[in-house]
């Protein structure tokens, strides 16, 4: 049997006349990972804030490992690790002193390697010693993760993680999520990325206007937006026309004079559907690879764009 780590039922909550989570539903199953997907003032980090018991819902109810946030608040934060959208490292602190804080604090460890094992493990241990104001945004990320872990969390928050991190970080920070998933803790996530999200998540929900427009498996929510795939723009309908015969499951829109090929973009095929056109001497005005993003999705779950997903 498989438990909850989390279950959300009907939570609604407003700020003033703005209502910014409107009936929200979902399950996650302990030992899993939730990626809750949205734009920028979608209601992300309020549905985390409601979750692990910094704001108070209107009305729904929430069990956190297996307890309500409303009345058993103190159950709750000590099952948890959140890490904030917005890093809550002291920059005025070493790395290590800052873990060392968490440490004093924490009521459940007094473990003295603990502080070394983890500037080992988040690769800071040479850093240790210098402010954190000194640490890159990708390293300020790590201290604030490993700060997290201190208590030994069953269940981990984590806000936007790699926002604002270059590619390098991004993956440095995907690879210590998979190594905690593996080490059986739970992980709620929120992200504006939808590779990220496809990366990581068992499961993923798309938050817009309050509402969760879709939830599954990554698989399940890339076969209802267009996949991967190559565009060209011909000069010619008669050109539009021999491409679309010799290259498979192509779509083709006729005013545009464009067609659009499914492939992963890899080099490899790329060249393989260039070759094609070649073989038949035709040359495509423009050729570009499209990978699905976030405002696909929402354009494919939702008929518009995520300029507009603020509930009224
Ligand atoms: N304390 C607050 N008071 C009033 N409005 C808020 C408050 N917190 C968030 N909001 C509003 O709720 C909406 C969702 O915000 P937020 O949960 O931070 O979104 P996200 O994390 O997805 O960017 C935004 O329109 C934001 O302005
Ligand atoms: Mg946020």
């Known amino acids: 049997m498989t438990t909850s780590a989390i279950a959300v039922t009907g939570l609604r909550k407003a700020f003033g006349d703005k209502t910014v989570l409107d009936g929200i539903d979902l399950d996650v199953p302990a030992g899993t990972v939730f990626s809750l997907l949205g734009p920028n003032g979608a209601g992300k980090t309020t549905t985390v804030n409601v979750l692990t018991t910094l704001t108070k819902a209107d009305s729904g109810t ?16 000590s099952a948890i690790g ?15 002193e800052n873990l060392q804080l968490m440490v004093d604090l924490s009521p459940v460890t007094d473990d003295k390697r603990i502080v070394d094992n983890l500037l080992q493990r988040f690769d800071l241990a040479e850093a240790a010693d210098k402010a954190a104001a000194t640490y890159s945004g990708g390293m300020r990320r790590k201290l604030d993760l490993a700060m997290t872990l201190v208590g030994d969390p069953k269940i981990i928050f984590l806000d936007e993680p790699t926002t604002g ?3 390098r970080s991004r993956r440095t920070m995907w690879t210590i999520i998979r190594e905690l998933l593996a080490d059986g803790v739970t992980i709620f996530l929120t992200t504006q990325y939808l590779d990220e999200a496809d990366q990581l998540a068992d499961q993923i929900a798309v938050l817009d206007k309050g509402r969760l427009v879709a939830q599954g498996t990554p698989e399940e929510l890339k076969r209802q937006i267009p996949g991967t795939h190559v565009r060209f723009r011909f000069g010619s ?8 015969r010799i290259l498979p499951d192509s779509t083709r829109d006729d005013d545009a ?32 690879v499209n990978t699905p993003d976030l405002d696909d999705v ?7 764009d995520t300029a507009e997903v603020v509930a009224k």
């Open 82 to 96: 959140v890490t904030g959208q917005f890093a809550a490292v002291d920059e005025l602190l070493t790395g290590r």
């Open 62 to 77: 929430v069990r956190v490992a297996g307890h309500d946030v409303a009345t058993e608040a103190k159950a709750v934060r």
């Open 237 to 244: 309908v008669e050109d539009l026309d021999t491409a679309a």
């Open 257 to 288: 004079l464009t067609l659009r090929v499914p492939s992963d973009g890899g080099t490899q095929s790329v060249r393989t559907l260039l070759d094609r056109l070649a073989e038949y001497s035709l040359d495509a005005d423009e050729f570009s």
């Open 165 to 167: 991190l270059d590619p």
């Open 298 to 304: 929402f354009l494919a779950l939702t008929g518009h």
